[in-house]
């Protein structure tokens, strides 16, 4: 975890030299719905092991 916040705010350093503000922001809410959706499918994947184990 503590590596992909580490990515994340070196990319901001980043772009924040790199882009104006608007596209900072819209990179920036890509970025967070890309680490979301990565959340929501690991939420996923371990419910379905659950399930998985529950039914053996």
């Known amino acids: ?31 967070d719905a890309v680490c979301e959706n990565r959340r929501h499918a690991r939420d996923r994947q371990e419910s379905e092991r659950m399930l998985l184990r529950a039914v053996r």
């Open 1 to 31: 975890m503590h590596l992909a916040q580490n990515v994340a705010s070196a990319l901001r350093m980043a772009e924040s030299l790199l882009f104006a503000g608007g596209q900072q922001t819209a990179r920036r809410n890509a970025w």
